[in-house]
Antibody, heavy 117, light 109 residues
Framework: EVQLVNSGGGLVQPGGSLKLSCAGS????????MNWVRQAPGKGLEWVGR??????????EYGASVKGKFTISRDDSKNTAYLQMNSLKSEDTAVYYC????????WGQGTMVTVSS | QTVVTQEPSLTVSPGGTVTLTCASS?????????PNWFQQKPGQAPRALIY???NKHPWTPARFSGSLLGGKAALTLSGVQPEDEAEYYC?????????FGGGTKVTVL
């Protein structure tokens, strides 16, 4: 079964950091790009960024609102992608999803990040 | 930055047909924007429906189809079922980034 499992969410204070994980199984993880998408409570989807596969030199691209603040990485030996989030603000409060492939075919279940004091 | 616009809401009768559109602030949407469409039901993760304008995933019901229409990307639901009531999002590739539209709430009534 093709599956993505999100983890690492929680409550963090403003200005803090958090690292999310996305573990894949049932498909060629190393050959796939990995995207991160977030959804603030009651709002629409926002593309956060993606990391391409080794065939594309693990190139990364980011949305304008997170560029320079968030970093996407991956460890293909663990079939896992990561989202490092720094300098968090209340507006970063959202459910964070990972999704695989250029077509965002398969999605994780999401993990909630709450930025609050 | 590019803004992607969708209808906020649409209502359709069971068995009817409805077309959702997706416009770009930079101009006409072409196949080079690789339009994607997603369905999201309350409390669930989004589900991919259409990629690269017209292509369906193996799990996409036949009643869903994608196209370009009047300078916009379009998603048409034909023979709408009650379970199609959901939020639908388009996604465009523009300027090295992916941009979601604001979503269309489809009500089946």
């Amino acid at each position: 079964e093709v599956q993505l499992v999100n983890s690492g969410g929680g409550l963090v204070q403003p200005g803090g950091s958090l690292k999310l994980s996305c573990a894949g199984s049932g498909f060629s993880f190393s050959g796939s790009s990995m995207n991160w998408v977030r959804q603030a409570p009651g709002k629409g989807l926002e593309w956060v960024g993606r990391i391409r596969s080794t065939a594309n030199n693990y190139a990364t691209e980011y949305g304008a609102s997170v560029k320079g603040k968030f970093t996407i990485s991956r460890d293909d030996s663990k079939n896992t992608a990561y989202l490092q989030m720094n300098s968090l603000k209340s507006e970063d409060t959202a459910v964070y999803y990972c999704a695989t492939g250029d077509a965002l075919d398969i999605w994780g279940q999401g993990t909630m990040v709450t930025v609050s004091s | 930055q590019t803004v992607v616009t969708q209808e906020p809401s649409l209502t359709v009768s069971p068995g009817g047909t409805v077309t959702l559109t997706c416009a770009s602030s930079t101009g006409a949407v072409t196949s080079g924007y690789y339009p994607n469409w997603f369905q999201q039901k309350p409390g669930q993760a989004p589900r991919a429906l259409i990629y690269s304008t017209t292509n369906k995933h193996p799990w996409t019901p036949a009643r869903f189809s994608g196209s370009l229409l009047g300078g916009k990307a379009a998603l048409t639901l034909s023979g709408v079922q009650p379970e199609d009531e959901a939020e639908y999002y388009c996604l465009l590739y523009s300027g090295g980034a992916l941009i979601f539209g604001g979503g269309t709430k489809v009500t089946v009534l």
